[in-house]
């Protein structure tokens, strides 16, 4: 019998992603970025919740459309079997980064997507000496691109947990994913409050360094519990074999 998604798996799912490292450091650039750009505390904060806006809205709308189009087209089944495979391989990704960190393939942002990051944010510097309410519309629709690339390194959390809402009513499932996205923001939202407050982007920057390695490694091993428990559930020679090593 497939799954179906418990909330305490998916408030877990949700914490992990939204501690990932890829999130963190382009957030960290934008509100450098902001900081220098808006000249002022306030537009920065007003831009960066723009922008987690933006990233809340299309990461949501993202997890929306992959469940209908698997429903729709009635590959749930197929759907959650490959996202455990995913959540497995990518947990052994990220507790490869904690050992060693950026040495060989690694979860990270798609190709070229930091120098398209760069120049968009150009773009609301220019925009924002001339049009400032252009400005924020640019970092709102920033947020639906940074989704988009870093979506390689964020993807695996929120596939699994797609895998198993894709087993249960469309309908059922939209709640579930508002409070998903709401859970994957906090942390942003944190982070914008402290740039606020006073924190420095270099102490910003000096914290993810110090701590991303432990990111990963937690990121890694539910991401690995996560895919195994999910093919424990479809599997019937994967329960023997569990069950065979841990006698209930």
């Known amino acids: ?3 179906e998604v418990n909330l305490g798996v998916l408030i877990v799912a949700a914490a992990a992603d939204s501690i990932n490292p890829c999130v963190f450091g382009v957030l960290i650039f934008l509100v450098a970025y902001m900081t ?3 000249k002022s505390s306030k537009r920065m904060l007003i831009g960066g919740f723009v922008y987690i806006s933006s990233v809340y809205i299309s990461y949501f709308l993202l997890g929306l459309g992959i469940l209908a189009f698997v429903q729709s087209v009635d590959v749930a089944i197929a759907f959650y079997w490959a996202a455990s495979f995913i959540a497995i391989l990518a947990g052994l990704l990220e507790i490869k980064d904690y ?5 060989g393939f690694s979860l990270q942002i798609l190709p070229g997507g930091s120098e398209r990051i760069k120049m968009y944010t150009k773009q609301i510097a220019k925009l924002e000496k001339k049009h400032p ?3 924020l519309i640019v970092a709102f629709f920033l ?3 940074v989704v988009l690339i870093e979506l390689p390194c964020t993807g695996a959390p929120y596939f699994a947990i797609l895998g198993l809402l894709s087993q249960g009513q469309f309908v059922d499932a939209i709640p579930l994913l508002l409070l998903y996205n709401l859970i994957f923001i906090l942390p942003l939202f944190i982070i914008i409050g402290l740039a606020y ?3 420095s982007v270099k102490s910003l920057r000096s914290w993810r360094e110090e701590h991303r390695g432990l990111m990963r490694l937690g990121i890694g091993i539910f991401l690995i ?3 195994l428990y999910m093919l424990y559930t479809v599997s019937t020679p994967f329960q023997q074999l569990v069950n065979l090593l841990i006698p209930l």
Do not use: P
């Open 133 to 135: 309410i252009v400005s």
């Open 1 to 3: 019998m497939v799954a």
């Open 143 to 145: 947020g639906f691109f």
């Open 36 to 38: 220098r750009v808006f």
């Open 225 to 227: 519990l996560l895919g």
């Open 99 to 103: 050992f060693w960190y950026g040495k």
């Open 197 to 199: 407050a006073g924190t």
